[in-house]
């Protein structure tokens, strides 16, 4: 398959103490979100984040992924629901990382026991593009549940 | 002090017919983002995807960093403008981040600019999160 590029744009105005930005795909799906400091490491009063935006694309690229190896393994989905929490945390020097992202995964799917689901779980994880990326320098973790017994 | 921020998806089906939804995130700030397969990998239409979110964060990030360290040397920017382009190569994963930034920063020069354009591409939080990918560039200029 043919590469793709996908593109963002952000506006910055300011120092970053009391400066604003403002975040658009080029898609057109989201445009002109507004972030601050402020809001990205204390209470988000309504406005996203560069961690927000990592979480919302882990878990979409998780959840595709473990679609495929749910389908892959003879069990496709009826549906999946992923939450994806990233952390940033100050680490010794002061500066701020991004030291995790916990994916839990509740899946409605039939013809697989909890222990295989979360075992595809794991492999759906090593396919998913994001998780390698992140597993570099900080935690992935992975929970599955089984939604409504199977 | 730690920062959470969370967001939930829901899929329906499989990967190649089934179809998703970034359904809500902690800040309320978006949500009900539909994606697909079909999407990500060809044609967008207008939906967006892992790597558009992706690029977001990235040119998100990379800005309040940059505004940040030029702050620091004592030139804060009237204003930035930053684009981050992902390259998804299907089966690989992410190949390359480009990062394109323009700058209004009253009394600094074009070469001092660059320098620090440098910096927050090494050291903002995403950045470092995503220090996995290939390749990632930079261009930086100031304009009038």
């Known amino acids: 398959m043919s590469r793709v590029q996908r593109e963002a744009n952000v506006t910055w105005e300011g120092n970053v103490a009391r400066g604003s930005g403002s975040i658009s795909g080029a898609t057109g799906a989201f445009t002109n979100l507004p972030y601050s400091l402020a809001t990205r490491i204390e209470k988000p009063d309504g406005k996203t984040s560069p961690e927000e935006l990592l979480a919302a694309a882990h878990a979409a690229c998780y959840a595709m992924s473990l679609a495929g190896e749910l389908a892959a393994a003879g069990s496709a989905p009826d549906h999946v629901d992923v939450r994806a929490v990233v952390t940033l945390d100050q680490v010794e020097d002061g500066s701020h990382r991004i030291v995790a992202s916990e994916l839990l995964a509740r899946a409605r799917v039939t013809g697989i026991n909890e222990a295989d689901l979360q075992e595809v779980a794991e492999v759906a994880s090593k396919g998913c593009t994001l998780s390698k990326l992140i597993e570099a320098s900080a935690k992935v973790t992975v929970n599955a549940q089984l939604e409504g017994g199977s | ?144």
Request: aromatic share 4%; net charge negative.
């Open chain 2, 1 to 144: 002090m730690a920062t959470d921020r969370k967001a939930e998806v829901t899929w329906r089906g499989d990967l190649m017919s089934g179809n998703g939804r970034v359904d809500s995130v902690t800040s309320g700030a978006f949500g009900g983002l539909d994606v697909s397969w079909a999407a990500r990998s060809e044609e967008p239409n207008g939906l967006t995807s892992p790597e558009e979110l992706i690029a977001a964060a990235h040119a998100a990030c990379f800005s309040m960093a940059l505004s940040g360290g030029l702050a620091k040397e004592g030139h804060a920017p009237e204003e930035l403008k930053t684009s981050a382009t992902v390259t998804f190569q299907p089966g690989e994963g992410v190949t390359k981040i480009v990062i394109d930034v323009a700058g209004r920063v009253p009394g600094m020069d074009d070469a001092a600019f660059k320098q620090a354009a440098e910096q927050a591409k090494e050291n903002c939080p995403v950045s470092k999160a995503l220090a996995g990918v290939p390749e990632i560039s930079l261009t930086a200029r100031l304009q009038g």
